[in-house]
């Protein structure tokens, strides 16, 4: 189940000095087992983070531009 987030209520986070830049489209629920997110990053933009837990699904797609993981 998700509880939906008006655009005006959502907190943005910026990781690498703004180059990376975070909006919810929903709010956590459930354990936080389940979320979406708006992710936009510039040229260059590193974001770095500790593993999920152990059997999460990461699902991401690339509008425009490409992604690296390492």
Excluded: N
Excluded at 17 to 39: E, I, S
Aim: hydrophobic share 40%.
């Amino acid at each position: 189940m998700f509880d939906l987030i008006r655009r005006d209520e959502t907190v943005i986070l910026e990781r690498d000095a703004g180059r990376c830049v975070f909006q919810d489209h929903f709010a956590v629920v459930d354990g936080g087992k389940a979320r979406a997110l708006y992710a936009h990053h510039e040229k260059g933009g590193v974001l770095s983070s500790e593993p999920h837990a152990r059997g999460t699904e990461e699902f991401v797609t690339v509008i425009t531009g490409k992604a690296h993981w390492r």
